[in-house]
C-alpha cells in the first residue's frame, strides 16, 4: 500500500564544472531558501576554475568529477561518481533556478511514480521539458511565477519521457547503483534503461528556471515518431501556449500561494461576529492556507449549498456542492457530506479543521480522520435555540424543558423543523464525538466553558481552552481616541453600537431612550433597519449601517462618553466590547455572559441587571459623576487592545506540530484552484450574482424569478398578505419560464 506520508530520505546535490561555474551563485541562493530539505551538498569538477568558485562555499563539496566531463556524458558520469547514499538524489546543475520546496514536490511526484527510475521538472529550454511552445522562449517571468501559473493549469500528472533532462532530475532506486550504469555515453544509458524496462518520467507539478543553464538538450537522435509525438502531441500542448502567452506579456499571477499545510475553516453564510472571527484568524495564521466551507441556503433549509471559497469573502466558490438532501438545521450523518470531505481531503490536500458552526453542516465533520479545533461561538447544536436562554440564561435542560423551550421560547426561532426528539438525539453524538482525543474544544470566555459543563456534565471531563477573540492589529490602532475634556453641565453622549435587536436589548432601549434623550445625545450606529423607529426622536442620531473601517472616525465626530450594551442573552464574547473599550470609550452592559468575565466594575465600566430601571439608575449615576467616566476612559487607553496575532498565537500553542509530513501537502502545493484565465474575471465574479452563461436565458431567468420570490417570502418588513401575493406572483413566473 501506498504510503501517505512524504518520504524525508532524500538528498539535494547541485552539480558544478567548469561550464557552469559562473552561474552558481542564482542557483545556490534558490536551492538553499526554497528547499524543505536541509540535506544539500555540491558535487563539483576538480579544476582550478571550479576550486575557485567553491573556495568560501559554506555547503560540503565534494570534488569527485573528473576534470573533463562532456555534455553528452554527464549523466553516465554522475552515476558513476556519486555515492547513492540517500533513497533518492535530486541532481540540480548550476545555472538553475528552483521555486520554493521544489525538492519535496519532487519527491511527492517520485513516491507517486514509484516505479519511475528518475523524475524531472519541467523547465524552460528543455524541448521535451519546456513549458513553452518554443524551448528557445526566454521566459519574461521568474520561477516562482511562472511555477504558479503552471500549478493553476495542470491536473497533477506525471508522463513518461524518452530522455533525461539536462538540468534537475530525481534519481530513485537501485538502478543507478547497479553494473547498468556503467555505460560510455548518455545515448548508452538511455538504451540501457529501455533494454531493461525502465521508466523516466516528467512530472507538472514543478517548474524550474533552465534558461541561463548550459547542456545538450539535442532529440534529433531520437525515433521519428517519439519526436512528433513529444514536439506536435505533447501532454501540456495547451497549457505549453498560455504559459507562453503569459511570459511573453510578462503577467503576474493574481496570487502566489505558498506551500504551507491547508487548514479548512467551516462555517455558516450568516456573517457577524462568528464570520468576523473567521476573518482575523484566517488574517494572523501566516503558517497555512486557508480554504473556507459555508453552508449556503435559507430559512426553509440552511444547508442547500454547500460552498467552499478562498478567504471570508465570499466570492465565486472555488467549489460547490448541491445538495440532493439539504440540510435544514444539522445533519447526524450524511452519505454526501461525507463524500465532500473525502474530496476535500484528496482533491484540496486539506490537513486540518476549524470549526466555528455545525449549522447547515453534518456530524461527520467531527469524524473525519484531521485534527479538528472546535470554537464554540454559542450551544448549536446542544441549545437549537443558539443562546441557552429560556427568560433567563439556563442551567439545566432536560426532556421536559426542551420541549417547554421549542413551544414557548421566542428564541426558539430558526429551527423549527426538526421535531423535539431529534435535537434530543443530536445530543449524545454531538457530545461523544466532542469528547474525542483529536478533537480540541476552545471558548472565548470562561462563562461559555462554564455554561457548557453546568448544561452537560460530561464536559467537566474534557480540557475546554478559554482564548478570547482579538481585535485585527490594523484595525485596532485605527480606533484610538485622545481623551477630550467635557464641561460638567454639557449633555452626555452615549453610543449604542452595533445590530439592535430584541436580543441586544431593543425593548429595553425603546422604553428609555425618550427619558434618556432628555439629559444625552445618543447615537444608534450602524443598527440596522431596527434604528428606523427612533430617527425622529430628539437629541436620538441614527447610522443604520457603516463602513468597518470607518468606525474610528465615526467615534471622534460623535465622541461618546459612554457605550451602552444591553443584550438580554448571555453574550460569548462580544466584539463591540472590545471595539469600544479599543477606543477609549466605558461601557454600561448587562450583568450576563461574557460581560460578567470581562467587565470590571468600575474601573473598564459598570454592570447592571438586564432591566430599564437598572439601566436608567446607573446612568444617572454616571451623569452626575462624569469624573467616573474620565477615569475610566484614561485607564482603558492606557491599556494595549488583545490582537487578533496574540488569539492565534494562543491557538498555535494548543497544536502539536507532527513529525512526519503528509504526501498529499505537495502534490498540488502552490494551486490556487483556478484557471488563470479565469481568474483574470474574478472582480466580476464577486459579484452578488453568479451566473452560468452555458445556460439558456429562461433557465437563469426562472432561477433569479423563483430566489427572489423566497427572498420576498422571508423579508419581515412587508406585510404578510402582501408578501404571500408577491412571492406566490413571481415563483408561478418562474415555473412558466422553467416550463417553456
Given amino acids: 500500500m501506498e504510503s501517505q506520508l512524504l518520504d524525508d530520505s532524500w538528498c539535494v546535490v547541485v552539480v558544478v564544472t567548469p561550464e557552469n561555474a559562473d552561474r552558481l551563485s542564482p542557483t545556490l541562493e534558490s536551492v538553499r531558501a526554497n528547499s524543505l530539505g536541509v540535506a544539500i551538498s555540491i558535487l563539483a569538477t576538480d579544476s582550478p576554475t571550479v576550486r575557485a568558485v567553491l573556495a568560501e562555499c559554506e555547503l560540503p563539496v565534494e570534488y569527485r568529477l573528473p576534470p573533463t566531463m562532456g555534455q553528452q556524458n554527464q549523466w553516465v558520469t554522475i552515476c558513476g561518481h556519486h555515492s547513492f547514499a540517500a533513497r533518492r538524489s535530486i541532481f540540480v546543475f548550476a545555472g538553475t533556478v528552483v521555486p520554493q520546496h521544489w525538492d519535496a514536490r519532487l519527491v511527492a511526484a517520485a513516491q507517486c511514480a514509484r516505479d519511475a527510475v528518475a523524475v524531472a521538472p519541467l523547465c524552460a529550454r528543455h524541448p521535451v521539458y519546456s513549458v513553452f511552445s518554443d524551448a528557445a522562449h526566454k521566459p519574461g517571468l521568474q520561477v516562482d511565477a511562472v511555477d504558479q501559473w503552471l500549478n493553476d493549469y495542470i491536473d497533477g500528472i506525471e508522463f513518461e519521457v524518452p530522455v533525461m533532462s539536462g538540468s534537475c532530475t530525481l534519481l530513485q532506486g537501485d538502478f543507478w547503483q547497479s553494473q547498468l550504469c556503467r555505460v560510455d555515453s548518455d545515448r548508452s544509458l538511455l538504451e540501457a534503461l529501455r533494454n531493461h524496462g525502465k521508466s523516466l518520467v516528467a512530472t507538472d507539478r514543478v517548474y524550474v528556471d533552465d534558461s541561463n543553464t548550459p547542456y545538450d538538450n539535442d532529440i534529433s537522435f531520437l525515433p521519428e515518431a517519439y519526436q512528433s509525438a513529444y514536439l506536435m502531441r505533447h501532454p501540456l500542448q495547451r497549457t505549453r501556449h498560455a504559459l507562453t502567452e503569459l511570459s511573453k506579456r510578462s503577467e503576474q499571477p493574481g496570487t502566489q500561494v505558498r506551500c504551507l499545510p491547508v487548514r479548512l475553516h467551516v462555517g455558516h453564510s450568516w456573517g457577524g461576529g462568528l464570520g468576523r472571527w473567521m476573518e482575523d484568524f484566517i488574517a494572523a495564521d501566516t503558517s497555512h492556507n486557508h480554504l473556507v466551507l459555508r453552508s449556503v441556503g435559507d430559512l426553509t433549509a440552511f444547508g442547500q449549498t454547500i460552498g467552499l471559497y478562498r478567504s471570508m469573502e465570499m466570492g465565486f466558490p472555488v467549489r460547490s456542492w448541491t445538495l440532493s438532501e439539504p440540510v435544514t438545521s444539522m445533519s447526524l ?349 474574478a472582480d466580476k465574479q464577486g459579484e452578488a450574482l453568479h451566473i452560468n452563461h452555458q445556460l439558456p436565458y429562461r433557465k437563469v431567468l426562472a432561477d433569479f424569478l423563483d430566489y427572489t420570490g423566497r427572498k420576498v417570502a422571508q423579508t419581515p418588513r412587508l406585510p404578510s398578505w402582501i408578501r404571500g401575493g408577491i412571492s406566490r406572483l413571481l415563483c408561478n413566473l418562474a415555473g412558466r419560464c422553467a416550463s417553456k
Fill in 333 to 681: 450523518g450524511s452519505y454526501e457530506y461525507r463524500c465532500i470531505i473525502d474530496e476535500l481531503i484528496s482533491e484540496y490536500s486539506v490537513e486540518s479543521l476549524v470549526i466555528s458552526s455545525l449549522i447547515g453542516h453534518s456530524l461527520d465533520l467531527l469524524r473525519s480522520p484531521l485534527p479538528t479545533t472546535v470554537v464554540l461561538h454559542d450551544f448549536f447544536p446542544f441549545c437549537p435555540a443558539l443562546y441557552a436562554t429560556f427568560g433567563s440564561p439556563c442551567r439545566s435542560c432536560t426532556d421536559r424543558e426542551m420541549r417547554t423551550c421549542s413551544r414557548d421560547n421566542p428564541l426558539h426561532s430558526f429551527f423549527r423543523w426538526e421535531k423535539d426528539d431529534y435535537w434530543l438525539a443530536a445530543r449524545s453524538p454531538f457530545i461523544e464525538l466532542l469528547m474525542q482525543e483529536d478533537i480540541t474544544l476552545v471558548v472565548p470566555s470562561h462563562s461559555v466553558r462554564e455554561r457548557y459543563r453546568t448544561l452537560e456534565p460530561r464536559l467537566k471531563e474534557k480540557p475546554i481552552h478559554v482564548i478570547p477573540h482579538g481585535l485585527n492589529e490594523t484595525f485596532a490602532a485605527s480606533l484610538v481616541q485622545a481623551p477630550v475634556p467635557r464641561e460638567p453641565d454639557e449633555r452626555l453622549r452615549l453610543v449604542v453600537l452595533g445590530r439592535l435587536t430584541a436580543e441586544k436589548g431593543l425593548d429595553i432601549l425603546a422604553s428609555i431612550l425618550g427619558e434618556i434623550s432628555a439629559y444625552a445625545d445618543v447615537l444608534l450606529l450602524g443598527v440596522g433597519e431596527s434604528g428606523a423607529q427612533f430617527e425622529s426622536m430628539p437629541g436620538v442620531a441614527v447610522i443604520e449601517s457603516f463602513n468597518r473601517d470607518d468606525l474610528g472616525e465615526l467615534l471622534r465626530e460623535s465622541k461618546p462618553d459612554l457605550g451602552l450594551l444591553l443584550s438580554v442573552v448571555p453574550e460569548t464574547f462580544s466584539y463591540t466590547l472590545s471595539e469600544l473599550w479599543a477606543a477609549g470609550i466605558p461601557v454600561l452592559a448587562t450583568r450576563l455572559g461574557a460581560f460578567v468575565d470581562r467587565v470590571e466594575e468600575g474601573d473598564n465600566g459598570w454592570l447592571v441587571e438586564p432591566e430599564a430601571t437598572a439601566v436608567l439608575e446607573q446612568l444617572g449615576v454616571l451623569r452626575d459623576q462624569r469624573n467616573l467616566l474620565l477615569l475610566a476612559r484614561q485607564r482603558l487607553l492606557q491599556r494595549p487592545v488583545r490582537t487578533s496575532g496574540e488569539m492565534f498565537e494562543a491557538y498555535a500553542a494548543l497544536e502539536s506540530s507532527p513529525e512526519l509530513i503528509p504526501l498529499n501537502r505537495y502534490k498540488r502545493a502552490r494551486r490556487s484552484y483556478g484557471n488563470p484565465y479565469a481568474l483574470k474575471g
